[in-house]
């Protein structure tokens, strides 16, 4: 390669307007001789500026040297003058997967294999980049499964009884934080939210029909455990749960605490 | 309505802000005794206290907290007080948002013993 190097170099030297700028950047490019490659692709486009080989050949210049802006932009123009330019939109399609900008990358590789369907190196960066976004997808998902769970869990963190004793539901007697355990610590909260939900219509016909007003809180005390529940939005429902030694006006204050917090996190999904 | 039962909710009665006090029966909603204040319309009270009650204990059964022996609607204008007694009686009071609820408690679990 050396002696091919020095030849296309003479070569160059005689012709300044030869074509083989283009081979001999490309050596030195290969070479790992990067200014040298540099300074021989300018000094071609001088003579060939529109010569989009040349740009393209340039771009993978900069992109050895690490110069990655500036080889965007070189592409880029690269496709203005030819939208279905093959190089350019491997070159783009590495760089976004370099970056993380997946959508990108399958954007221009896609591209470049509409340009040229056997180019075999476009084909298995398209399988790199695609198996890479599934798993990105994948761990979206996770993630997403993961703050929705912390989600719930988070409504009342912090408080006294977040665990077990809290609990937050719609008006339709669906869970929307929170849990109650039942005997032997089983997770009791769907039942508790459906029959909450027809107590609490309950509650409020009550209330308007006797003519007590609008419905504050309803507190019921049993054997077994004492609860109080609690509108803290008008199609939301607090419950609050605790063993009998708690008395109810112990449990308003937590009701008042609870509701805030409920308030205050419903305020914070809607957005 | 008979003298137990009529002591039995005037010593309800007789608290401050009570406007009235009935025993009611859980299962139906009907009026077993009553001493209301006029205006207070027992049927409705006597039916949507019973309803309530079973509504609740379903909740508190489900919640492992057992049926309820005491409950306690409040209004921003007036407050429902629901307490069992035995044989599916429910001892009744309606009254004042600002009513003693702790003395009117303490009266209707004694008028749940006194009727049983």
Redesign the interface.
């Known amino acids: 390669m050396a002696s091919d190097i020095k030849t296309m170099s003479a070569e160059l030297a005689r012709d300044p307007a030869s074509l083989v700028f283009v081979e001999l950047a490309e050596a030195l490019r290969q070479r790992g001789q990067l200014e040298h490659a540099e300074r021989v692709v300018l000094g071609g486009l001088e003579h060939h500026p529109d010569l989009l080989e040349a740009h393209d050949l340039y771009a993978r210049v900069l992109v050895d040297a690490g110069t990655y802006e500036r080889a965007v932009q070189v592409w880029t123009r690269v496709l203005d003058s030819d939208p279905r330019h093959l190089g350019a939109h491997k070159g783009l399609g590495f760089l976004n997967f370099r970056t993380g900008d997946l959508d990108g990358a399958l954007e221009h590789l896609e591209l470049a294999l509409a340009a040229n369907p056997s180019d075999q190196s476009v084909i298995r960066a398209l399988h790199t980049v695609r198996g890479a976004a599934a798993e990105a997808a994948a761990e979206a998902e996770a993630a997403q499964e993961d703050a929705a769970a912390e989600g719930e869990d988070a409504v009342f963190a912090g408080l006294e009884g977040a665990g077990n004793g809290l609990l937050l539901v719609d008006d339709r007697g669906r869970v929307l934080g929170g849990r ?4 032997k610590g089983v997770d ?1 909260s769907e ?2 939210a ?3 939900a ?2 609490a219509q ?2 409020e ?3 308007r ?19 109080y ?1 609690t509108p803290p939005t008008a199609d939301t429902l607090l ?1 609050i ?1 605790r063993d009998r030694s708690v008395p ?1 006006g112990r449990l308003a204050m937590l009701a008042e605490r609870a509701g805030a917090v409920a308030r205050q996190w419903l305020e914070g999904q809607a957005l | 309505m008979s003298t137990r039962y009529q002591q039995a909710l005037d010593s309800v009665t007789r608290v401050r802000g009570v406007r009235g006090a009935m025993l009611v029966a859980g299962e139906d909603g009907l009026i077993v005794a009553e001493a209301l204040m006029e205006g207070v319309r027992g049927k409705a009270v006597a039916a949507l206290a019973a309803s309530l009650q079973k509504r609740f204990r379903q909740a508190m059964e489900a919640a492992a907290a057992g049926n309820p022996h005491f409950l306690h609607l409040q209004g921003d204008g007036g407050t429902l007080i629901v307490v069992p007694a035995p044989d599916g009686i429910l001892v009744v009071a309606v009254g004042a948002p600002d009513m003693n609820v702790g003395l009117v408690r303490l009266e209707m679990l004694r008028a749940a013993e006194a009727i049983a």
Request: charged share 20%; net charge negative.
């Open positions: 109650i355990e039942g005997e009791v039942a508790v459906a029959f909450l027809g107590a309950e509650a016909r009550t209330a029909m006797l003519g007590l007003g609008d419905w504050q809180w309803l507190v019921t005390e049993g054997p077994d455990g004492n609860v529940v419950l749960q109810s």
